[in-house]
T-cell receptor, first 115, second 108 residues
Framework: KAGVTQTPRYLIKTRGQQVTLSCSPI?????VSWYQQTPGQGLQFLFEYFSETQRNKGNFPGRFSGRQFSNSRSEMNVSTLELGDSALYLC??????????????FGEGSRLTVL | AQRVTQPEKLLSVFKGAPVELKCNYSYSGSPELFWYVQYSRQRLQLLLRHISRESIKGFTADLNKGETSFHLKKPFAQEEDSAMYYC??????????FGKGTRLSVIA
């Protein structure tokens, strides 16, 4: 089985721009979660989606948004980028609610640098 | 609110020495606890979960509800254990919450 795939792997943006990150979960996995990873804060939860519905949302400003498609693929968008948004954005997939929900399978991440 | 605390940012031990990575949690209900590991240039991956009560790569972790702890232990550290370790908690329908991580460095 192919693992979780995230694109793009690296990107550089300037302040004020917006960015869209994509995540393809493991085949058969219907739940997708997004995390922001930084050296100082570790992994901070952004969103969780299941069957195209947002189940949980972390404590991030409204500039951060996401969605999930019918094929379980997910995207997250960050608008009006700030320097502090520079981070590794990790996507993780799992089977879905009630099925080993604590076991997440992570992608390699999209490293965003905001200049 | 659920919270996971890993008090050590960095832990250095000599090869062959015992290892204990500390994790304390705060949660009002019955949580599920996990340890995740990220080796250099590899993806973050599940190491073990408290429900399984298993030993993975020589590591074990016992959930102590009285002390609200879930420390990760290994009797004899190996160089290949050097990695970033994250303790994580899941409660009910809430998302998986991670601690800030501890970097383990095993010195030859």
């Amino acid at each position: 089985k192919a693992g979780v795939t995230q694109t793009p792997r690296y990107l550089i943006k300037t302040r004020g721009q917006q960015v869209t990150l994509s995540c393809s979960p493991i085949s058969g996995h219907r739940s997708v979660s997004w995390y922001q990873q930084t050296p100082g804060q570790g992994l901070q939860f952004l969103f969780e989606y299941f069957s195209e519905t947002q189940r949980n949302k972390g404590n991030f400003p409204g500039r951060f948004s996401g969605r999930q498609f019918s094929n379980s693929r997910s995207e997250m968008n960050v608008s009006t980028l700030e320097l502090g948004d520079s981070a590794l954005y990790l996507c993780a997939s799992s089977l879905g609610p009630g099925q080993n929900t604590g076991e997440l399978f992570f992608g390699e991440g999209s490293r965003l640098t905001v200049l | 609110a659920q919270r996971v605390t890993q008090p050590e940012k960095l832990l250095s031990v000599f090869k062959g020495a015992p290892v204990e990575l500390k994790c304390n949690y705060s949660y009002s209900g019955s949580p599920e606890l996990f340890w995740y590991v990220q080796y250099s240039r590899q993806r973050l991956q599940l190491l073990l979960r408290h429900i399984s009560r298993e030993s993975i790569k020589g590591f074990t972790a016992d959930l102590n509800k009285g002390e609200t702890s879930f420390h990760l232990k290994k009797p004899f550290a190996q160089e290949e254990d050097s990695a970033m370790y994250y303790c994580a908690l899941k409660g009910g329908n809430t998302p998986l919450v991670f601690g800030k991580g501890t970097r383990l460095s095993v010195i030859a």
